[in-house]
């Protein structure tokens, strides 16, 4: 499904539910389906926490189990080695983050991708199924074990292949979104690679392959996907980098960009020529990109990608040079999705809101905030003195956390906010 990338989905509370909340600030939790209660009211309905994480009633009878495999697995020295419905997973992480959020992610994102090629390409291939994947259970552990880099460095790399077909990530609770983003990109390698185990594809074709499933969103309470393939941040790099370099060619641009030197940019456009080549003209090319990829899985060709697709297309990928530059220059994006924060050092005046530095607004009474000038947008349509439900998401020592606050508007007085980091792509909740 091709979509447009849509503001981020939380089903919240009536605002006149919301209004009955103490002014005392209420700790919101997020529950199954995408809903939003008051600690109390998950607990009424048998919702229980554990460490920082609202489980239905029927995990209560795995508690003990957890405990007993975070006693004995905590450290990489001696992971935790599991399996979920197609993965088999090595990891340190808290048991309870494995079986109620990692594995049902992990199952639901094979099942998008075994769904788009079988539906797009018409292929698939059990050789995908149940391969490994290594989850380290922060940053720190990422970094230390995996070379002995610094956090920085893990940071700038957060998730790589070992081995031709072992993923190896981190899941960090301060950051969620990164292990998310990150697998849905690089498990698309695990299995592209295990649907053509014979291509070796150009870097352009792997990452654009890879790249196109950036455009997903993910819901942790529903535990499905929304699949789509216009990945904001890339279009916009995309279209910047064909209007910086008019006269470029395609093989100046990415087609011919060696591996040393295919950084963000190229990454940007092999995405967009694959999308062009998927459903630019009405999807004129796609049957023809099909047979391409096949016909490059171990065929033993000498022709060049550029000849095989033109042996099968009758046009090389010069002669629809022009025809994809317009189709990326015609693409339409919104507005990029910032998580939305306080800014930091002026805790004073965002206390006076309720706020505390390095809160993530989420919802301004039930809309979603798109980004920082989108929250000015709905707070100044705001009538003086009116209360205001905020949905937040705040550090706390168990990680992020969802909170909701009830604060008033005031005169002209704002919380200072300011745009953070992009959430394309990462989490719906």
């Given at each position: 499904m091709t979509r447009l990338p849509v503001p981020i989905i939380l089903v919240v509370l009536l605002a006149a539910q919301l209004r009955l909340v103490a002014q005392d600030e209420a700790v919101w939790v997020l529950v199954d389906h995408g809903r939003v209660l008051t600690a109390d009211a998950?607990?009424?309905?048998?919702?229980?926490?554990?460490?920082?994480?609202?489980?239905?009633?029927?995990?209560?009878?795995?508690?003990?189990?957890?405990?007993?495999i975070?006693?004995?697995?905590?450290?990489?020295?001696?992971?935790?080695?599991?399996?979920?419905?197609?993965?088999?997973?090595?990891?340190?992480?808290?048991?309870?983050?494995?079986?109620?959020?990692?594995?049902?992610?992990l199952d639901a994102l094979f099942e998008a991708y075994g769904k788009f090629f079988k539906d797009e390409f018409g292929i698939a291939a059990r050789s995908a199924d149940n391969k490994f994947i290594n989850v380290h259970k922060s940053i720190e552990d990422y970094a230390v074990n995996t070379g002995g880099r610094s956090v920085e460095e893990a940071r700038y790399n957060p998730g790589f292949i070992q081995g031709g077909s072992?993923?190896?990530?981190?899941?960090?609770?301060?950051?969620?979104?990164?292990?998310?983003?990150?697998?849905?990109?690089?498990?698309?390698?695990?299995?592209?690679?295990?649907?053509?185990?014979?291509?070796?594809?150009p870097i352009w074709i792997d990452e654009g392959l890879a790249t196109y499933f950036e455009g997903?969103?993910?819901?942790?309470?529903?535990?499905?996907?929304?699949?789509?393939?216009?990945?904001?941040?890339?279009?916009?790099?995309?279209?910047?980098?064909?209007?910086?370099?008019?006269?470029?060619s395609i093989g100046k641009l990415f087609l011919n960009v060696p591996r040393t030197r295919f950084g963000a940019r190229e990454y940007a456009l092999a995405w967009s020529f694959?999308?062009?080549?998927?459903?630019?003209?009405?999807?004129?090319?796609?049957?023809?990109?099909?047979?391409?990829?096949?016909?490059?899985?171990?065929?033993?060709?000498?022709?060049?990608?550029?000849?095989?697709?033109?042996?099968?297309?009758?046009?090389?990928?010069?002669?629809?040079?022009?025809?994809?530059?317009?189709?990326?220059?015609?693409l339409k994006g919104t507005r990029p999705e910032c998580w939305v924060v306080g800014v930091e050092g002026d805790a004073a005046a965002l206390a006076s809101f309720r706020l505390q530095p390095g809160d993530r607004i989420i919802q301004l009474d039930g809309q979603n905030v798109v980004n920082a000038e989108h929250f000015a947008e709905l707070w100044s349509g705001l009538a003086e003195g009116a209360e205001i439900a905020l949905v937040l998401s705040r550090k706390t020592d168990a990680g992020r956390s969802r909170v909701g606050v009830i604060t008033r508007k005031e005169g002209e007085q704002a919380p200072a906010v300011r745009n953070m980091i992009s959430r394309e792509g990462s989490l719906i909740d």
């Amino acid at each position: 499904m091709t979509r447009l990338p849509v503001p981020i989905i939380l089903v919240v509370l009536l605002a006149a539910q919301l209004r009955l909340v103490a002014q005392d600030e209420a700790v919101w939790v997020l529950v199954d389906h995408g809903r939003v209660l008051t600690a109390d009211a998950a607990r009424s309905e048998g919702y229980f926490e554990r460490d920082g994480t609202w489980l239905e009633k029927r995990w209560k009878k795995k508690v003990a189990g957890w405990e007993r495999i975070d006693r004995k697995h905590s450290e990489w020295s001696d992971p935790w080695k599991t399996k979920s419905k197609h993965y088999r997973i090595i990891t340190n992480l808290p048991a309870h983050l494995v079986e109620t959020e990692v594995s049902p992610f992990l199952d639901a994102l094979f099942e998008a991708y075994g769904k788009f090629f079988k539906d797009e390409f018409g292929i698939a291939a059990r050789s995908a199924d149940n391969k490994f994947i290594n989850v380290h259970k922060s940053i720190e552990d990422y970094a230390v074990n995996t070379g002995g880099r610094s956090v920085e460095e893990a940071r700038y790399n957060p998730g790589f292949i070992q081995g031709g077909s072992e993923l190896v990530v981190y899941y960090d609770r301060d950051e969620p979104e990164v292990f998310f983003n990150t697998v849905m990109h690089e498990s698309a390698h695990q299995y592209i690679q295990a649907l053509y185990p014979g291509a070796a594809f150009p870097i352009w074709i792997d990452e654009g392959l890879a790249t196109y499933f950036e455009g997903c969103q993910y819901s942790r309470s529903r535990q499905e996907f929304i699949v789509g393939h216009l990945p904001t941040e890339r279009l916009l790099s995309a279209q910047h980098s064909l209007d910086e370099n008019p006269g470029a060619s395609i093989g100046k641009l990415f087609l011919n960009v060696p591996r040393t030197r295919f950084g963000a940019r190229e990454y940007a456009l092999a995405w967009s020529f694959i999308h062009y080549l998927t459903h630019g003209e009405g999807g004129k090319w796609r049957r023809h990109f099909v047979t391409f990829l096949k016909e490059m899985n171990g065929a033993g060709t000498k022709l060049s990608p550029s000849e095989v697709f033109a042996k099968i297309s009758g046009k090389s990928f010069a002669e629809l040079e022009e025809p994809w530059k317009a189709h990326v220059r015609a693409l339409k994006g919104t507005r990029p999705e910032c998580w939305v924060v306080g800014v930091e050092g002026d805790a004073a005046a965002l206390a006076s809101f309720r706020l505390q530095p390095g809160d993530r607004i989420i919802q301004l009474d039930g809309q979603n905030v798109v980004n920082a000038e989108h929250f000015a947008e709905l707070w100044s349509g705001l009538a003086e003195g009116a209360e205001i439900a905020l949905v937040l998401s705040r550090k706390t020592d168990a990680g992020r956390s969802r909170v909701g606050v009830i604060t008033r508007k005031e005169g002209e007085q704002a919380p200072a906010v300011r745009n953070m980091i992009s959430r394309e792509g990462s989490l719906i909740d």
